[in-house]
């Protein structure tokens, strides 16, 4: 195998001086596609003082990492990132390229996209490759899945979000080549970094967590939302939500769990006033065991729980809250919740 072969790319990024998971997760799903293929797998990694952390691409299946190790790719720009992903293309003519759902590559892919003319498809929950080699870039749609192909434009690119593919096992025997990349010189850009703030979370990770509550259009209002963060705090367990929570302005986007929000794997799912759209429940696919309580027996999301409870959220959950909250304050009833 040649590194000249069209290889797969993987467009790695920086978040405080580590590599985050999703990278790792996709470099792993890229080498399975690099290995059916019989090419290379090329990671971009851009930034400062990242270097030392090349090592860990290698053993997790990357044959090529282009480092960009300069000040100029210190901070995250979209038009200096373009510009050098861009020319490498050219140079090296990627087949497939795939990039984490996170706020850099949700904005970066669709601009290398349209820069390159080709096609895109975001919020992938699978990746595979047909007969003819051609990837099969697989989303959630009209109750199944769908599957979108690029059969003549190159690079095939497609964005995906942590948890879709499992964490590789690292192999530290594995090394590879280092190629560097220089910023474009002297480039003038329209959107300057004054400071960089960091704002820490808040409640658990949604991705980490062993147990996540997740609430839905049911809550009725913020008060309702409130009484299901509430029960989340009571469990310990991390808070997520539906597109309509955001939508309504109860939660932060931040929240949001399916397609185009986070994927989770907890070892206990409690949705509450949720109806089941696959939209969101393709991002709990990972869950051990599922829980639902809604007001409507004939809800969809009946048939995707292990578990379900026909009662009012808005009556169930201050209900739940309270009995837990009297079952910590008692010494001689408490318990470990879940």
Same mark, same amino acid.
């Given at each position: 195998?040649?590194?000249?072969?069209?290889?797969?790319?993987?467009?790695?990024?920086?978040?405080?001086?580590?590599?985050?998971?999703?990278?790792?997760?996709?470099?792993?799903?890229?080498?399975?596609?690099?290995?059916?293929?019989?090419?290379?797998?090329?990671?971009?990694?851009?930034?400062?003082?990242?270097?030392?952390?090349?090592?860990?691409?290698?053993? #997790?299946?990357?044959? =090529?990492?282009?480092?960009?190790? &300069?000040?100029?790719? /210190?901070?995250? !720009?979209?038009?200096?990132? $373009? @510009?050098?992903?861009?020319?490498?293309?050219?140079?090296?003519?990627?087949?497939?390229?795939?990039?984490?759902?996170?706020?850099?590559?949700?904005?970066?892919?669709?601009?290398?996209?349209?820069?390159?003319?080709?096609?895109?498809?975001?919020?992938?929950?699978?990746?595979?490759?047909?007969?003819?080699?051609?990837?099969?870039?697989?989303?959630p749609a009209y109750g199944?899945?769908?599957?979108?192909?690029?059969?003549?434009k190159r690079p095939q690119?497609?964005?995906?979000?942590?948890?879709?593919?499992?964490?590789?096992?690292?192999?530290?025997?594995?090394?590879?080549?280092?190629?560097?990349?220089?910023?474009?010189?002297?480039?003038?850009?329209?959107?300057?970094?004054?400071?960089?703030?960091?704002?820490?979370?808040?409640?658990?990770?949604?991705?980490? #967590?062993?147990?996540? =509550?997740?609430?839905?259009?049911? &809550?009725?209002?913020? /008060?309702?939302? !409130?009484?299901?963060?509430? $029960? @989340?705090?009571?469990?310990?367990?991390?808070?997520?939500?539906?597109?309509?929570?955001?939508?309504?302005?109860w939660t932060d986007l931040?929240?949001?769990?399916?397609?185009?929000?986070?994927?989770?794997?907890?070892?206990?799912?409690?949705?509450?006033?949720?109806?089941?759209?696959?939209?969101?429940?393709?991002?709990?696919?990972?869950?051990?065991?599922?829980?639902?309580?809604?007001?409507?027996?004939?809800?969809?999301?009946?048939?995707?729980?292990?578990?379900?409870?026909?009662?009012?959220?808005?009556?169930?959950?201050?209900?739940?809250?309270?009995?837990?909250?009297?079952?910590?304050?008692?010494?001689?009833?408490?318990?470990?919740?879940?």
């Open positions: 195998m040649s590194d000249h072969i069209n290889p797969v790319w993987v467009i790695g990024e920086k978040v405080d001086g580590n590599i985050p998971p999703i990278c790792f997760e996709i470099i792993g799903q890229a080498r399975k596609l690099a290995d059916e293929l019989d090419a290379p797998v090329e990671v971009l990694l851009f930034g400062k003082g990242i270097r030392d952390r090349v090592d860990s691409l290698f053993h #997790a299946g990357a044959d =090529v990492v282009h480092v960009g190790d &300069a000040t100029g790719f /210190e901070v995250y !720009q979209s038009e200096i990132y $373009l @510009a050098s992903i861009t020319a490498l293309v050219d140079e090296r003519k990627p087949q497939i390229m795939l990039i984490g759902s996170t706020f850099m590559g949700r904005e970066l892919a669709p601009l290398i996209a349209a820069k390159l003319g080709t096609g895109l498809s975001a919020h992938c929950i699978d990746l595979v490759l047909d007969e003819d080699g051609i990837l099969e870039q697989q989303i199944g899945l769908m599957s979108i192909i690029c059969p003549d690119i497609a964005t995906v979000a942590r948890g879709v593919f499992p964490m590789p096992t690292l192999d530290e025997s594995r090394s590879g080549k280092i190629l560097q990349v220089d910023p474009p010189p002297e480039m003038i850009t329209r959107v300057k970094t004054l400071e960089v703030v960091h704002v820490e979370p808040k409640g658990l990770p949604l991705e980490t #967590a062993p147990v996540v =509550v997740a609430g839905g259009a049911g &809550a009725g209002s913020s /008060e309702g939302w !409130q009484e299901i963060a509430e $029960l @989340a705090e009571a469990l310990n367990a991390a808070l997520g939500s539906t597109r309509p929570a955001v939508d309504e302005g931040e929240t949001m769990i399916g397609q185009s929000g986070r994927m989770v794997s907890p070892e206990i799912y409690i949705g509450i006033g949720l109806s089941g759209e696959q939209q969101h429940m393709v991002g709990i696919m990972g869950a051990k065991l599922m829980i639902a309580i809604n007001n409507d027996p004939k809800s969809p999301v009946f048939g995707q729980v292990d578990i379900g409870i026909v009662e009012d959220c808005r009556q169930f959950v201050p209900a739940l809250v309270k009995a837990l909250k009297e079952m910590e304050s008692d010494p001689v009833r408490a318990t470990h919740v879940v």
